[in-house]
């Protein structure tokens, strides 16, 4: 069952301090205007480990990439890694501060526990699907200065409060647009139930080898 965009958790206050807000527009600044010549494109990613899928190491994450083609650079990368701001996941552990990480601090944390990372893409999507994963970005890059969003692994409907809403990694990726209900899903198969969600707003196109070296720049932290 898939709920609204406008119920629940994303019904936030976009309470953006200055520091952010001006990160935003510079680094937007190219991105945002709709030429054709550049690329929006995002690579969706589970970590787990394996068969046994554990709940504490498996994790749903995304990144962003927008690309210029006629200057051959990447513009902007933003990331969707929501976690406890302590690094630790518990499945049935208590409400508490969450943190968005970086595509490449994710990686790390995957690669130091030795688990399996998949990557479900690049896509191209268009500009009004980048900007509002950007307003995504934003609201948990806040949250983690402020606590506006909190985190817990198995969130229920602590997701819809109105003030201080509750979300998962899963649901922290899948609210660029809406409410997706993830079930008993985590690790890979979470993150190919959101890629399912997102494949409407797929481009059809190729998707040039510079897109993928960029992702893979972006992942190692290049």
């Given at each position: 069952?898939?709920?609204?965009?406008?119920?629940?958790?994303?019904?936030?206050?976009?309470?953006?301090?200055?520091?952010?807000?001006?990160?935003?527009?510079?680094?937007?600044?190219?991105?945002?205007?709709?030429?054709?010549?550049?690329g929006y494109y995002l690579s969706i990613y589970s970590y787990d480990d394996g068969v046994l899928n554990v709940p504490r190491n498996a994790h749903t994450f995304a990144g962003f990439i927008a690309y210029d083609h006629t200057n051959q650079t990447v513009i902007e990368r933003f990331s969707i890694s929501w976690l406890p701001a302590v690094g630790t996941v518990f499945l049935f552990g208590p409400i508490e501060r969450g943190r968005n990480y970086t595509?490449?601090?994710?990686?790390?944390?995957?690669?130091?526990?030795?688990?399996?990372?998949?990557?479900?893409?690049?896509?191209?999507?268009?500009?009004?699907?980048f900007q509002l994963a950007r307003g995504q970005w934003t609201r948990l890059e806040q949250a983690t200065v402020d606590g506006s969003i909190l985190y817990k692994a198995v969130d229920g409907d602590l997701r819809y409060r109105r003030e201080y809403p509750v979300i998962n990694c899963m649901h922290a990726v899948s609210g660029i647009i809406g409410d997706l209900e993830m079930g008993r899903l985590r690790g890979r198969s979470g993150s190919s139930r959101i890629d399912g969600?997102?494949?409407?707003?797929?481009?059809?196109a190729e998707i040039p080898d510079v897109v993928f070296k960029s992702f893979l720049a972006y992942e190692r932290g290049l």
């Open positions: 069952m898939e709920r609204g965009f406008l119920k629940g958790v994303f019904m936030l206050r976009m309470v953006v301090g200055v520091f952010f807000l001006t990160t935003v527009v510079s680094r937007a600044a190219t991105a945002g205007t709709g030429n054709p010549n550049i595509v490449p601090e994710t990686f790390q944390m995957a690669w130091r526990r030795k688990l399996d990372i998949l990557r479900f893409g690049p896509h191209e999507v268009d500009l009004d699907f969600y997102f494949s409407n707003f797929y481009l059809e």
